[in-house]
């Protein structure tokens, strides 16, 4: 995507992209009573505008490290929405070839290396690979090659299908991590972030703060401050934003992606926001009561996709009749994409014992 | 052509991990001490001098974090190498190990791998107490994906490191302080080892010594005597524990029909149970009485030498098991009076003044 110039002319694109990873949220939710997607899936609705105004920024040589909660990460990244949701269903097809479903998900290409469930397991990974990818830039590390696996021929592929954007030659890969305001109480992510400010690395904290670990709001787990600040004393730059305005997340991760980019530093952005459905599974849960009586509502009114919506009709950068063609060719796309996916094979059994080594 | 020099296994490790900087540019070297003042007891001395402080560095003291944004530098195609003074500090870092590191090459179906090696030394002696000596093996030989390596001899501690930097998986390095000063042929052309298989320490048709890491030190120290009264052990070193090489244990006891396991570690932690478990589901017929197990006490070794120092079992008390064994108590008395040694309980070898 190219940047975002005054005149908003991407925010049709931001707003393409939210919609994109709305849509295909909802049409699991939809397809995850039938049983057939067998794993805990943790949707990411009314969280899109963070992942996309962050990857807006990237290209496919810059990594993205994500959570639990991957699947809007996976997709803004460029993952391969077809072998996601292979994955779900547990198919040899899988982004992961059945082995990980939801809460692992992989898009090498793309440059999304890694979710993972352990809350803060990816946090130090991300840092290693920004640690890795500064190295290979200073020479430290001449002659160092990615290590990567064995790869069936689908997938080389799949692989050889995206083409890599030209980069000039002085700019730096940078690594980004997302995780939740819970995993902010983990141990490694303040180790990380001492090594990363230690060593200047070129790497991107995004915490999307929720204010909920599972169900347990933020004021039972953590005293009154600003996360943000705290990173801020790890010797991070550090900022906050409405993470439910992708404008405003694009505009603050556009300075924070250039400032990793060109060397100075580690970055960190607290965006709030907030979840919308469950925890884990593919319904709403406002009637269990964990959230304060109207939350839910409020921020519903605040939903990134509506604002920036209005937006593009009251710029007059679009209009109904082009907004309901988009929902007609995401939808079209999305059940190709389970079409395809439900075509999957099952992965032999006798293949559930390897890759434990190389 | 053999290129063979005699060193101690801890200059074996200096030269594997100095041979290793050459040979891969991609390998790093962090731990917490790796370029200070003592250099990880001399096993990384003048490593960052010749390569660098990039490549050879010291560490925060996170050893969960460190472990993952080394596991995060392999993902990206480093080499990295992690240190830990004692093994009692790796505990910290078990999710990274075991949540990841062990893990990331097969729920990625085969795309990703972590080449990292984790280097730990065990403990012993001059009090080095509850918390700087326990004997870890059995624990982390238990997680599949892991692999596990404990080099007794100075030539093993050289192509093991070597082989383990070069291994595409996560290697645990396990190596037991007492061996570091242990002189050793090492043979820089043998071929590489893919960190598999026991090795041979000495040969012998009455009683089968299997053992581990300082044990084997120990075993062979109680065949050599026991040698002089006509009992002829075979000693087996289980260098490698995962997986255990069963075959050659195997071949030994259908030789000489007897079995005695010592482990440096307490009965519960210990690999002898692995090692005997699969044995008897597949060789169990070869044993003409039941096999012996010497391990240490099932609690943590307390830090006076006082008691500390009747902890450890060692090359007395398997001498000791092997004359029960082979219904030759009377020579008891004489093969303890000839192993004994004036050398102090809780000192590896004379050089040794504390405090490490």
């Known amino acids: 995507m190219t940047a975002m110039n005054s005149a908003g002319a991407d925010l049709k694109q931001l707003y393409y992209q939210m919609l994109r990873i709305r849509r295909v949220e909802q049409a699991i939710a939809e397809r995850y009573q039938q049983q057939e997607m067998r794993c805990p899936t943790h949707l990411c609705i009314g969280e899109e505008a963070i992942a996309v105004g ?156 929720n204010q909920y670990s599972v169900m347990t709001p933020l004021a039972e787990r953590q005293p009154e401050r600003d996360i943000y600040k705290i990173a801020a004393a790890h010797g991070l730059q550090a900022a906050s934003g409405d993470g439910n305005s992708v404008e405003q997340v694009y505009a603050l991760a556009q300075a924070a992606v250039a400032n990793a980019r060109t060397g100075q530093g580690p970055q960190f952005l607290e965006l709030h926001t907030h979840r919308w459905p469950e925890h884990c599974g593919p319904n709403e849960d406002d009637e269990l009561g964990y959230r304060s009586p109207g939350e839910l509502a409020d921020w519903k009114l605040r939903c990134p996709l509506l604002q920036t919506r209005q937006a593009l009709l009251d710029k007059r950068l679009s209009d109904e009749s082009e907004l309901t063609a988009m929902e007609a060719s995401l939808a079209d796309e999305i059940e190709q994409a389970f079409q395809w996916a439900l075509r999957g094979s099952r992965p032999s059994i006798d293949s559930m014992g390897l890759h434990l080594y190389a | 052509m053999r290129d063979v020099t005699v060193m101690s296994y801890g200059e074996a490790i200096r030269e594997a991990l100095d041979d290793g900087l050459t040979q891969y540019p991609e390998m790093i070297l962090i731990g917490e001490g790796v370029p200070d003042p003592k250099t990880i007891f001399a096993t990384t001395q003048g490593l960052r001098e010749k390569y660098g402080a990039e490549r050879v560095l010291d560490m925060p003291l996170a050893e969960n974090g460190m472990t993952g944004i080394c596991i995060g530098a392999a993902l990206a195609g480093m080499r990295p190498v992690l240190v830990h003074q004692r093994i009692d500090f790796a505990l910290l870092s078990v999710d990274q190990l075991v949540n990841n590191a062990a893990k990331w090459r097969y729920m990625f179906d085969g795309q990703q791998q972590v080449p990292l090696v984790i280097r730990v030394i065990v403990g012993r002696g001059w009090g080095q107490g509850p918390q700087h000596s326990q004997s870890l093996q059995a624990m982390f030989a238990q997680v599949p994906g892991l692999k596990v390596v404990m080099p007794t001899t100075a030539g093993d501690a050289y192509h093991f490191m070597l082989d383990a930097i070069a291994d595409n998986n996560p290697v645990l390095y396990i190596e037991h302080r007492w061996l570091h000063h242990i002189q050793g042929e090492v043979d820089k052309n043998s071929p590489r080892t893919a960190l598999t298989g026991a090795a041979l320490l000495r040969q012998g048709g009455d009683i089968t010594l299997a053992a581990f890491s300082h044990m084997s030190i120990e075993a062979l120290k109680a065949a050599t005597v026991l040698a002089k009264h006509g009992v002829d052990a075979e000693v087996v070193d289980m260098r490698c524990l995962t997986p255990l090489d069963v075959d050659s244990v195997a071949r030994s006891i259908s030789k000489t029909g007897l079995l005695l396991v010592a482990d440096c570690a307490p009965e519960t932690a210990s690999m002898a149970h692995k090692l005997l478990s699969e044995l008897f589901q597949s060789h169990g017929q070869h044993l003409r009485q039941p096999p012996r197990l010497i391990a240490y006490p099932n609690h943590p070794v307390p830090t006076s030498h006082f008691m500390a120092n009747h902890y450890y079992p060692g090359a007395e008390e398997i001498a000791a098991a092997v004359l029960e064994m082979l219904d030759k108590q009377p020579l008891k008395q004489i093969v303890t009076m000839e192993l004994q040694s004036d050398l102090a309980k809780d000192l590896p070898d004379r050089s040794f003044a504390g405090p490490f």
């Open chain 1, 54 to 209: 962050i990857s807006a920024h990237l290209t496919t040589q810059d990594k993205v490290f994500s959570n639990h909660r991957g699947h809007g990460h996976y997709l803004a990244k460029g993952g391969d929405l077809r072998r996601l949701l292979a994955e779900l269903y547990g198919f040899a097809e899988g982004c992961c070839g059945g082995r990980g479903g939801s809460m692992h998900l992989t898009d090498l290409a793309a440059g999304f290396i890694a979710s993972t469930p352990i809350v803060g397991g990816t946090v130090p990974l991300a840092g290693g690979y920004a640690w890795a990818e500064q190295m290979k830039k200073s020479g430290a590390a001449q002659g160092c090659a990615s290590v990567a696996g064995g790869t069936t021929p689908w997938m080389e592929e799949v692989e050889r299908s995206r083409r890599p954007e030209p980069r000039t030659p002085e700019a730096t890969n940078v690594v980004v991590i997302f995780f939740g305001d819970g995993c902010f109480e983990e141990g490694v992510m303040h180790e990380t972030m001492n090594f990363a400010a230690l060593k200047k690395l070129p790497l991107l904290f995004v915490c999307e703060n």
